[in-house]
């Protein structure tokens, strides 16, 4: 019967929708000249599979077609979401469509499925499902849905019912929330992603009820109703597991794949801001390793022959999908605990092997295994079941992982991975299981088998004839191992039957893994600070606190120390300082991968209602991150803190590693504060720093005493300024000090260093601060005979902040030695001088320089008319080092190509530079689709300049301004507008200012497998 699910005639289809509507036919809009879908049966031979494996389908088209998400019920029958409503990147989700949840049944153990029922059918972006309390989740942004099924007949019982709203669905796009999976608290857990910013709440909610989320990790909890972010940060998360001691780890895409869930922490981010300003900085991936070339772009991996030999070795590349922890029993012991995830673009599976290192997790680079050589092969999603085997979800087409290119709705496979000949699981039903049967599935060699018994616990808890969770507490003392202690630990939790009591004993036990369950779940009803649907509890029980404050001094564990510091953030602020200073006692944990992080998360919020709480822990304490960070959020507050000039007393009676920690956050505090009010203890701390010759310090006290109001200061800058026997990075610091404080003879210092080669672009700088045509008239002569030419996009920049200025600039291009060349006016700087709106310079502009043609008709027109031109035999005669001297003219100050580059632009996740297509549509039309955090900024300052950049960050008193040539920190005070339009960093019309020869050769450098020589001078 293998080949059963082949033959759609023999199997039993159901319909088990309300009827109400006809489920659209799916139709296919990618296209596959060349690459014909390969049969399943023969797709399923290409695993390249260690000794003792074998690859099956379970399913495959037209039975599955199109799945995104699955799990199993409790008697252990598949439920699978496909979803046919994501579409190309400009229809975004086609909801003349409808997604559906259907269930398959393998009635007779083959490891086949031979019985389908569509459960229903009438679903718009759905991403997962989940299942439990007598109905069905199914997460459909903006909602998270529960479909009723008391009976369990897999016929609805009514309507769906919304149960959450506010997911966004829209620039989200293939970040959209995902990820339904049941944690062993009894939360029911998703994740969202980096491209849009949702206001998650119960329907009906006002915005002050909701929360904000971006990239994270959320959960649910199916009783009381609270939402809760459980931690920000990375991209794109589309995997998550729980490994045999309750620790949670996701995947993630490009910026690092390996994270290790820990509640209340911040990640770093692929781009933008935190949520949370105060938290300074992220913690970073938990692999020690990447999988794909660093040398390489990140967006140059697509698979199959066009992955490079380097990226393969490595992994396969940035892009993954699902995430198991195996503990299924079928395979061999040596995978038992092994973490694996499907490799998006590697077609493969990479396995981590999870290593205790300090307070957490290092992900080590197992041997990748179960390779495909299907190019079609899109895997999403891997689970075990209750066989122990491992099965596989498959989108299963050809696009790379965004379908630009359109979707392919008529395929999908799901494979099943099992080692020698599986024991078969039999015909059961958990859901009528009683209380000792349970316990006993909880012991099982299965870990399917133990979550979906404590799921039983949990679930019939709220129903007529509860279990009592106390018969799985009993049996703990009788288990060997931790892990099996644990099982039954959460499902006498999740039942309801554990008391503080209980686990205030717990918190004793002589294993790590007990004790940091135990703080956990004492505190597990209390919502995250500022990231729940509920607040922050106003008192908490004293011996709580007591218990914990002793454990958070003479515990040895750096876990149970990082659960307590995660517990920090549950707590009532009034609350925290015990706790915070025993745990800040440790000097061992200064370089933790995770705790000085983790503990800055929990005392940041100190500084506006407790400050000399927090000034004592920064004085007593023995983290320097900390001390650190609390002189920086101290000095932000405005007016001045006594706060701040206490620590600052206490510094000074400390070694001078801790005065300087306190320079150095009280530094990054006033970063691009033009003036602030000197606390009254700075002269008395400087005073205490006059023996450390650092050349930073000196510089940090320095700006900081100019900021002041110190003439002195001042006056030491300008000395340094023209020095040219100091060194040249401190004069230019010396000179950006002047800028930033801007005193009475600023234009003339400027003036008389625009003789001076090193620092005459930054003089120019200084000088487009004032609305003077004559500076623009003199910056513009001066351009080419006066600043060298790698200075001379600084001083293009300047000229193109001002209607006066730009108006010299235009006057002087031209071909002669002295004038500026037409060349040098990139796209960014045309776009900036037509941002004016000064109908007379864009005349004069399109008189020098020529029209940029951006109507949408003009973009597909031009796309339409290179691909004409641009075909692969004119490719093949490309120069490619010439391309990229072009690259590195037009592209490189932004983007990262084989390791060289800036980092400004968006990275485009999953891009396939190898696609004519893709490139044509990024580079002719880079607007099409903007993410929020790239939008583009345009800035009027009180000044008369107009500039123009993404915002990466802001504070309460400033933001930070990258544009094109430079990072500028500005008071927002300074701001007199502001625009945010849907336009990219990167203009329209580059190819406009390129003739057909540089265009081919850009192109062909683009979409190049490696890195090419610079042309020979």
């Known amino acids: 019967m293998s080949n059963r699910h ?58 599955v077609r199109n799945p995104i998400a699955m799990t199993f019920d409790a008697r252990g029958r598949m439920w699978v979401a496909e979803n046919y409503t994501y579409a190309e990147s400009k229809k975004n989700f086609d909801t003349t469509l409808s997604d559906r949840i259907v269930v398959f049944h393998d009635t007779d153990g083959d490891g086949t499925s031979d019985k389908r029922v569509v459960f229903y059918d009438q679903l718009k972006r759905l991403t997962s499902v989940e299942l439990g309390f007598g109905g069905v989740y199914a997460l459909c942004p903006p909602q998270l849905l529960f479909i009723p099924d008391a009976n369990r007949d897999d016929v609805p019982d009514g309507e769906p019912q919304v149960l959450l709203d506010g997911f966004d669905f829209g620039p989200v796009r293939h970040n959209i929330a995902n990820g339904l999976k049941w944690g062993p608290d009894g939360w029911l857990y998703g994740r969202h992603g980096i491209q849009a910013t949702s206001k998650v709440g119960a329907p009906g909610a006002s915005d002050d009820q909701r929360v904000k989320l971006n990239c994270c990790v959320w959960r649910f909890h199916p009783t009381r109703k609270v939402f809760e972010v459980v931690a920000d940060g990375t991209t794109n998360s589309w995997g998550m597991d729980w490994n045999e001691h309750g620790e949670a780890f996701f995947i993630n895409t490009v910026i690092g794949h390996l994270w290790h869930l820990i509640p209340g922490a911040h990640y770093r981010r692929m781009y933008g801001d935190d949520l949370d300003t105060k938290t300074y900085a992220p913690i970073e991936q938990h692999a020690d390793h990447v999988h794909w070339a660093t040398g390489e772009q990140w967006n140059d991996v697509k698979g199959g022959s066009k992955l490079s030999g380097s990226t393969s070795a490595a992994g396969g590349g940035h892009a993954h999908s699902g995430l198991m922890v195996y503990q299924g029993g079928n395979w061999p012991a040596e995978y038992h605990g092994k973490l694996f995830t499907l490799n998006f673009h590697g077609l493969r599976f990479n396995q981590e092997i999870l290593e205790r290192e300090g307070s957490g997790y290092v992900g080590k680079h197992g041997p990748d295994m179960l390779q495909t050589s299907d190019k079609w092969f899109r895997g999403v999603e891997l689970i075990s079941g209750p066989d122990g085997a491992v099965y596989v979800a498959d989108w299963s087409d050809i696009g790379e992982c965004h379908d630009h290119d359109g979707v392919h709705r008529g395929s999908g496979r799901i494979y099943r991975f099992t080692h020698g000949t599986p024991k078969p699981s039999g015909t059961f039903d958990l859901g009528t299981e009683n209380a000792a049967a349970l316990v006993e599935r909880l012991k099982s060699s299965n870990v399917w088998f133990a979550r979906q018994a404590a799921q039983q616990f949990q679930q019939r808890r709220a129903g007529a004839q509860p279990l009592d969770g106390k018969i799985a507490l009993d049996a703990m003392p009788s288990v060997a191992t931790t892990a099996l202690k644990l099982r039954l630990l959460w499902a006498g939790s999740v039942a309801g039957s554990t008391t503080n009591e209980l686990l205030s004993l717990l918190v004793l036990q002589p294993d ?418 903007v993410a929020a955090d790239f939008r583009l900024a345009i800035l009027t300052l009180k000044d008369g300049r107009v500039l123009s950049g993404l915002v990466p960050e802001k504070t309460e008193r400033t933001l930070t301004l990258q544009t094109m040539t430079e990072r500028l920190t500005i008071e927002q005070s300074e701001v007199t507008d502001t625009q945010l339009i849907n336009q990219s960093l990167m203009p329209e019309g580059l190819l406009q200012t390129l003739n057909e020869t540089q265009v081919r050769d850009l192109v062909a450098y683009l979409m190049s497998k490696e890195q090419v020589p610079l042309p020979a001078k």
């Open 6 to 63: 082949l033959l759609s005639a023999t199997l039993v289809f159901v319909g088990a929708t309300l009827g109400a509507a006809e489920f659209p036919t799916p139709y296919d809009s990618q296209k596959t000249d060349g690459n014909p879908l390969m049969p399943a049966a023969e797709a399923v031979t290409k695993f390249q599979l260690p000794p003792g494996f074998q690859a099956t389908l379970f399913a495959s088209e037209p039975q």
């Open 512 to 929: 790590e893994h007990l004790r940091a369950w135990g703080i956990r779940l004492l505190t597990d009803a209390m919502p995250i600070h500022g990231r729940a649907s509920i607040p922050l509890a106003g008192t908490v029980d004293p011996a709580l606190v007591d218990s914990l404050t002793t454990l958070a001094s003479v515990d040895q564990s750096p876990l149970v120390r990082l659960a307590l510091a995660s517990a920090l953030q549950r707590l009532p602020l009034a609350s925290r300082a015990g706790i915070a200073r025993s745990l800040l006692s440790h000097t061992e944990d200064a370089n933790d991968h995770n705790l000085p992080l983790m503990y800055w998360y929990g005392v940041k919020d100190l500084a506006t209602t407790h400050p000399d709480a927090l000034v004592a822990l920064a004085s007593d304490g023995k983290i320097p991150l900390v001390r650190r960070y609390t002189a920086r959020r101290l000095a932000e507050i405005t007016p001045p803190s006594a706060a701040l000039d206490n620590l600052m007393v206490a510094a000074t009676g400390k070694d001078m590693a801790f005065r300087t920690d306190v320079l150095a956050g009280m530094a990054e505090a006033f970063k691009g504060v033009r003036k602030a009010t000197k606390p009254s203890a700075w002269d008395a701390f400087i005073e205490s720093l006059q023996t450390n010759t650092d050349v930073n310090v000196s510089k940090q006290v320095r700006e900081l005493n100019t900021l002041f109001g110190d003439g002195r200061a001042l006056e030491e800058s300008r000395r340094v300024a023209f020095d040219t026997k100091v060194e040249l990075n401190q004069r230019r610091a010396a000179l950006q000090t002047l800028i930033d404080n801007k005193p009475d003879d600023l234009r003339a210092t400027c003036e008389k260093l625009l003789d001076d080669r090193d620092l005459n672009a930054l003089a120019a700088r200084g000088l487009g601060m004032f609305d003077d045509a004559a500076i623009g008239e003199t910056l513009a002569k001066r351009y080419r005979p006066g600043f060298r030419a790698d200075a001379r996009p600084e001083v293009m920049a300047v000229l193109v902040s001002r209607p006066s200025f730009a108006k010299a600039l235009l006057a002087n291009v031209g071909d002669g030695a002295e004038q500026i060349p037409r060349s040098d006016i990139t796209p960014f700087h045309a776009r900036a001088i037509r941002n004016f709106k000064n109908k007379e310079l864009t005349k004069q502009l399109t008189a020098v320089w020529g029209v940029v043609r951006d109507s949408s008709e003009d973009k597909v027109q031009l796309i339409a008319t290179l691909k004409q031109k641009l075909t692969a035999d004119a490719l093949s005669k490309a120069d490619l080092s010439q391309g990229r001297q072009v690259y590195t003219t037009l592209c490189s100050a932004c983007h990262m190509l084989y390791g060289q580059g800036g980092k400004i632009g968006p990275d485009l996740t999953g891009a396939g530079r190898h696609d004519l297509s893709y490139v044509l549509d990024n580079v002719v039309d880079p607007s099409a689709v």
